[in-house]
């Protein structure tokens, strides 16, 4: 069964196994704030996808000294950037990711979380990321895999990163004028 | 010799033309492309080179990974294998991955050029018939032992060994000028590399090719079992397709130099005939397990020349075709490439990174197909007729990772380790020799688990002597199709035991002075030398 199957089977299954407590969930989620302003032209992300991230990503980097500390919205345009330019195969597997992660359904099977993502608690998201990272499911593994690579890469690409790490940055070359 | 916007054209942008006509189209511009090209332009024929990535030059490349990635990789340096179990860095722009390789350059096994001539009935590529072009690629691209003192990374390497009593040397580099400043995986920025970017790549454009860059061959024009040309679709500044089949190339002959993922994905849109079913079958990769070792001093495995010492103590240790064997090397350890391979989050992961420039990486390499239980991989085409991967770890690979993992924590202990972490995402930094044996002993054979890479992407269009079991033969010639060769590490019918750039560079120097004398070209003198 290939991947995308999988995560429609989950679906699936989760919803005829839901019955009433989907419609509730379901109103959790038009309660919803609206992600932060942001001028950048998003290609990929939606505002749904946002606000999970805008969740999730603090608890990848609650170690981070403030020093490091990378503006959300800076790593949302990195990650952005970095998704438009994987294959359209891989794009869809981390649609279907991001919209189950951001159903009702989603949060109720997979990550555990029974009421909407902004009143999560960084200690329930952290649990639920490290049951993904040593999940037997591939499926969840994958994801938690997929998520830390974007997360984790569009934070260190940025200088900002660097300051706790003992990484200077590249050396500075002086160009002899031609 | 640098790149000038003469006979170049950028399909992102530039209005694509309906019909080239040409004598040679080349599909791809790395290793293969690169070399096929100078020596087809020198000897008068006319050459258009087609490029799936961008044209970049030494003012673009930023040491910055953010950049890097982005623009010069297949994928965001995140190409994966269908299941995820393996990374893939690959290049993807003019130059292919030698505009971002580490510059490791290694002549083919002995034992390697034997098996393939005793197991796939090669003929003209011994280590005899070889070494006039490996010597003539050398003197081309300034392939020498690296002169300077290793940087601490490496030196590391050849502590450990020394204290082992394991053999190491000096690795070999296709530079001149190099200032040792570590960012050869973002492009050169001052034109030190050899790479066909700056070599052989301006050299056929002087000689009147044309490259085609942000353009990807669709699909070969098959007429009647003759190759007539190949359809160009033009991809856009982000690497994907902008309109398909916008340009026609008639050509005399078309070589597939795309690489072991592009070149069998051309010949699949192609339909080409497969009557024995080996096309893409056999991609091989070299797969890569590594540690992350901690040092007392730091060590700054971001500076300094990537790659100049190896180890080749268990390469050939159970014979060729037994126990799969590895090649010691170190990889260079930036911000993105190394924070996105510890996988963890939160504190952990912070915790992990605070001590970065302490860290020393070992890597081993395994020489796969060799042995009966070590295919390969395959390659097909997804729903958008992209290419894919399927490589399945075997028992004898996983037996091979084990072993090699070992090894290289071992050789980390052995150069003053303070504590060693092997990439597996049971691991956590072991404080001893004896604990690290024990917790990799028991790591489970699970191919999300074991964080296992590959820079070196081999096979697929094997070639042989045996139609049944290969795609070309030992010229490079299709076995069915008339007008087309496939000249880059695609041809490989196993994996090297040895970073590629070097093999595909003499072999396709070798394939493409003779095919120019059966196009009735006129060889340069230095060239038709080697041929008598």
Sequence with gaps: ?178 | MFLSEKNTKNYAKDLPAEQIDCDVAIIGSGAGGGIVAEILARSGLSVVIVEEGPLRTSGDFKMREKQAYADLYHEMAGRQTIDKGIQILQGRAVGGSTTVNWTASFRTPKQTLEFWEKNFSIKGLSKDELSPWFSWVETRLNISPWAIAPNKNNQLLAVGAKKLGWSYDVISRNVNGCANLGYCGMGCPINAKQSMLVTTIPSAIQNGAHLISRARAESLIIDNEKVKGVWLSSMNELGQVKQKNVTKIIAKKVILSAGAIGSPSILLRSKAPDPYNTLGKRTFLHPVTASIAKMKEKVEAFYGAPQSIYSDEFLWRDGVSGELGYKIEVPPMHPVLSSTLLVNHGKQHAELMKNFAFYQANLALLRDGFNEDSVGGQVSLDVNDYPRLDYKISDTLWRGLRKAMLSIAELQFAAGAQQVLPLHMDASFQSSWLKTKLLIDKFPSEKLRWQTMSAHVMGGCGMGGDESISVVNSSGTHHQLENLSVIDGSLFPTSLGVNPQLTIYAIAAKLSSQLVQEMNGQLPDDLLNLRL
Excluded: C
């Design chain 1, 1 to 178: 069964m290939n991947r995308r199957k999988f995560i429609r089977n989950i679906v699936s299954t989760s919803i005829l196994s839901l019955g009433g407590i989907s419609a509730y969930q379901y109103y959790q989620q038009t309660q919803l704030v609206p992600p932060k302003k942001d001028d950048f032209n998003y290609k990929f992300l939606t505002e749904n996808d946002r606000v999970l991230l805008e969740v999730i990503t603090p608890v990848f980097l609650s170690g981070m000294s403030y020093q490091q500390s990378v503006k959300l919205n800076i790593i949302f345009q990195n990650i952005d950037s970095a998704i438009i330019r994987l294959s359209m195969q891989t794009q869809e597997e981390l649609r279907d990711l991001f919209n189950l992660l951001a159903s009702a359904f989603g949060r109720l099977t997979l990550a555990n979380i029974w009421l909407n993502w902004q009143s999560a608690s960084s200690e329930s998201v952290d649990l639920f990321l490290t049951e993904w990272r040593d999940s037997h499911l591939d499926l969840l593994q994958t994801a938690y895999r997929g998520l830390h690579k974007l997360i984790i890469g569009s934070v260190y690409s940025e200088e900002h990163s660097w300051s706790t790490i003992g990484y200077a940055g590249s050396p500075k070359i002086k160009f002899a004028q031609a």
